[in-house]
């Protein structure tokens, strides 16, 4: 073997040795946090009584909500398959604002768009009875 070929070899020989060592890169904590949805920190876990839920203003202010960013994907004229027809007399208020501000799959967070009172009071709409979609 001549010279150029041990360097050749032995430059071959020590890229295998960095790989085995180094392995496969890892996902570090952080990039896998980062595509989870966000959660919104820093804010009180709400409380929704009967009080809060039929009450005019809020359920106001929730209709407010659900015509700028609810209803395109979730109205009655949204075109089918874009995201489920909801069903609140199933839906637990709690469920309904964790879907809110935290997203789920194909269900955007909205905790950086909406104000935690606008997320509350959009729950509070969506489990009245003039919840329209
Ligand atoms: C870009 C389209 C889109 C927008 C805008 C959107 N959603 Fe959704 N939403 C979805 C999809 C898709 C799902 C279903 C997620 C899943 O379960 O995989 C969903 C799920 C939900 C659920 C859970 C339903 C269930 O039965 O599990 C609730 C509640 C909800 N959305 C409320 C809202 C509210 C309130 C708004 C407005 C602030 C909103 N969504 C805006 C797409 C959207």
Known sequence: MDNRSKVVM???????????????????AQDAASNAPKAAVDEPVPKFDATYLSNADNIKVGQAVWAKQCRHCHGSSAYPGKAPKLSPGGLEPDFIFDRVTNGFRGMPSWSAVFTLEERKAVTAYIKSTSFSP
């Open 10 to 28: 032995a430059t071959m020989f020590g890229m295998l040795v960095a790989v085995v060592l180094t392995g496969p890169t890892p996902v570090s």
